[in-house]
């Protein structure tokens, strides 16, 4: 019951954000959904790391230990990203757009909230195809002839993976036929060992290649820099920190089924995938001209590094694997509010125009610096502890190779942005780039900042024992 | 009973090849109103297979699907794009394509006979004679891609992707006729809603780009003037 009350709190916003009764019921009705549903997916997150069910309609809507982190990631970053929207997009002065832009905004969180719920891959796909559609209108909302190239790009490239995922969902069906177990992914687990490996291998060849379009893995990655710089800020955050995530969820379900098989070497794939995308976009970080991108380049780096420890394999490297997407999550999100505050702070997205921007404009110039520095994985906050997780766990398995490589590119990244941080903001600002009058950040942006940063102070130095025992139930799930 | 499942076999096999020629269609015609036509054809002969393994597997719920698959593909999802995408755009002849058409059509026919050993890979059809529709579906689904790679207007990038799906669906029904009907009805209302949304963003690139020449979109890239 509380799965639907989860999923109907954004889908009722959605409606009364597309009322015509003032400007400011839209933001009100998003975040107050928004903030329920934080409450709770919580206390639904919490009854699983406990060790009990949560369950819908069997076999159709369940909630296990990899989809409770998933939704409560998707959660939080909703109500942050809802509450950045309120001063960032209230610039907007036709109340239409603005309307829509709540409606959709309520429509994709929705689409998020429910993959991790549904347990039933057709349903599944269906779901990340609408989390895919309902984003479009979002990167396109600023209309201009970049923002709609972007959407364009986007889509086009995006759905057609989605397409080509669909035959892997269909092939994965014709795995039903070796037993009698339930089309779900505990029923795959179980079946698996009784599949015939090529059913099981060519469905996941097809879905990773179909959804690794949706996810930015490198070669299909080249829309997400677009969509992720042209998108309004706090739909930037949402899509690199929560929807690449939900669609790397799905990939991430056929770890334990192709283990669980025990013919196929799942590990290898996950691991060279991953491998190809870090190493891609930490150079592609070192040469990007706009700060947004940096940001995005950063996001498929990140997508690779949790494949890269999925594949590692042993409880160690998945709980560092889902320890990442958590960190991720909330890191990125944070720089994504940090890029949208400089962003109304001095009005251009160009690193090269950007000097002394802790002068122009204190609050974003602390922000970009925490975030980029945070999202690099520098000690002690929280993404240098997964990432030094991964670390330990890849050598205790003897990959050496593999983290040798990830190590290289890990620290070719952290240079990279912090060479483009460091030009940003510090030194002379530009006299063409200080403004006139002084700006005025919105107070809801201000408060984002505080909101969405502290966590990852916090995670730094300590980790909630509630926090520790959903990683542990999400990490088994990975294990299957 | 025999000669009569023959018959649906067989009827099928022509279905396949009415499918393999729309996707050839698409590769092959200039025109954007050819290319609706030919996506028409294609999805009937889809609907036409759906039927057919409905009758010849005994797996009535496939007969909603057809249903369904016929009133929103050929029928709905062409309205849609008429509806939103300008008339001028629809009369247009492309003449911007990456590669000729003669070009294009030999890469057609060697993606095909990879389909054809790639159907290997994929598990074997669920009856006999939903045999044909792997490699056929697996065919749709390569050249649907091609197309997409090669056209550069926004309606025949948007209708690839429809073929891509189209031969997804052409190789799943048989390899699965039996998919829960909730999922099999989710598809087509998912391309309902791509049409609609990727309609309207035509209409908005028209607007704002001044064109639907979709290949000429390049000014996102890196180190791209300001």
Redesign the interface.
């Known amino acids: 019951m509380t799965l639907f009350v989860i999923l109907a709190l954004p889908l009722i916003a959605a409606i009364v954000s597309a009322l015509p009764l003032g400007r400011k019921l839209a933001p009100s009705a998003t975040l107050l959904a928004a903030v329920a549903s934080v409450c709770l997916v919580g206390r639904a997150a919490l009854t699983v790391a406990a060790g009990h069910r949560v369950v819908a309609v069997p076999d159709w809507v369940e909630l296990d230990g990899l989809g409770a982190l998933i939704l409560l990631l998707v959660a939080v970053v909703g109500t942050t990203a809802a509450l950045f929207s309120w001063g960032y997009i209230a610039r907007e002065e036709n109340s239409r757009h603005l309307r829509q832009y709540y409606a959709n905004y309520n429509l994709f969180v929705f689409s998020m909230l429910a993959v991790p719920m549904l347990v039933e891959p057709a349903l599944v796909w269906t779901a990340v195809e609408l989390t895919t559609i309902f984003a479009i209108y979002l990167v396109a909302f600023d209309n201009t002839p970049e923002a709609v190239e972007a959407a364009w790009k986007y889509s086009i490239l995006t759905i057609m993976g989605g397409a080509m995922a669909l035959l892997g969902f269909i092939v994965l069906f014709h795995a039903m036929r070796f037993g009698n177990e339930p089309f779900t992914w505990a029923g795959l687990v179980k079946l698996a060992p009784k599949v015939s490996p090529e059913v099981l291998e060519s469905a996941f060849l097809l879905i990773l290649i179909g959804f690794g379009a949706k996810v930015g893995l490198v070669p299909l990655h080249t829309w997400l820099p677009d969509a992720h710089s042209q998108a309004p800020s706090p739909i930037c955050a949402l899509l690199s920190g929560v929807k690449t995530t939900v669609v790397l969820y799905v990939i991430l379900r056929f770890v334990p089924i192709l283990n669980a098989s025990g013919r196929i070497n799942v590990d290898r794939w996950a691991i060279i995938v991953g491998l190809i995308s870090v190493g891609i976009a930490a150079f592609l970080i070192l040469q990007v001209t706009d700060y947004k991108r940096l940001f995005a380049f950063s996001t498929v780096e990140h997508m690779g590094i949790i494949l890269v420890a999925a594949g590692l394999g042993g409880a160690a490297a998945h709980y560092g694997a889902v320890y990442q997407i958590l960190n991720h999550s909330l890191t990125k999100s944070f720089c994504f509010f940090a890029a949208g505050t400089t962003l109304l702070a001095v009005d251009t997205r160009q690193i090269a125009d950007l000097r002394g921007l802790i002068r122009t404009s204190p609050i974003a110039g602390v922000a970009l610096l925490f975030g980029g520095i945070a999202i690099a994985g520098a000690p002690p906050l929280a993404v240098f502890l997964s990432e030094f997780s991964i670390f330990r766990s890849g050598i205790a398995g003897q990959h050496y190779i593999a983290i040798g490589l990830l190590a290289i590119f890990i620290i070719v990244a952290f240079f990279g942005i912090l060479h483009h941080l460091n030009s940003m903001v510090f030194g002379e600002p530009m006299p063409q780039a200080t403004p006139m009058t002084p700006v005025h950040l919105p107070l809801s942006s201000v408060l984002t900042l505080i909101l969405a940063g502290a966590p990852i102070v916090i995670l730094g130095l300590y980790m909630p024992s509630f926090l520790h025992r959903i990683l542990q139930t999400a990490a088994q799930g990975l294990a299957g | 009973m025999g000669t009569w499942l023959a018959l649906v076999a067989s009827l099928n096999g022509l279905a396949a090849g009415a499918f393999l020629l729309g996707a050839f269609g698409l590769l092959a015609t200039r025109q954007m109103l050819g290319c609706v036509r030919f996506f028409r054809l294609q999805s009937l002969a889809l609907v036409a297979s759906i039927f057919l393994i409905a009758i010849g597997m005994r797996v009535p719920d496939l007969i909603a699907v057809a249903l369904l698959d016929l009133a929103i593909k050929p029928l709905l999802i062409p309205w849609l794009l008429r509806r939103y995408v300008r008339e001028e755009l629809f009369r247009r002849r492309e003449i911007d394509q990456l590669l000729n058409i003669p070009t294009s059509l030999v890469i057609g026919l060697t993606l095909t006979l990879t389909a054809y050993f790639l159907a290997g ?3 074997p059809a ?1 009856g006999a004679m939903g045999n044909i529709n792997v490699p056929i ?2 065919a749709g ?1 390569l050249l ?2 091609y197309t ?1 790679a090669v056209r550069r207007e ?1 309606v025949p ?2 209708i ?3 073929a ?2 189209n ?3 052409f ?3 048989a ?2 006729p ?3 009907l ?3 009805m ?2 087509p209302f ?1 391309m309902l ?2 049409a609609l ?2 309609g309207i ?1 035509t209409r ?2 028209h607007e ?2 001044g064109t639907t020449r ?1 290949g000429a ?1 390049a ?2 890239r ?3 003037p ?1």
Do not use: H, M, N
């Open positions: 890979v994929l598990p669920a579906g697996l689904l649907g891609a997409l926004a990038q948007l690839g992707i429809f891509i799906e031969g997804s669906l190789a799943g029904i390899i699965a039996r998919l829960p909730v999922a099999e989710a598809f998912d809603i791509i949304v990727i963003l908005i690139t704002r780009v979709v979109l000014t996102l890196e180190g791209a300001k």
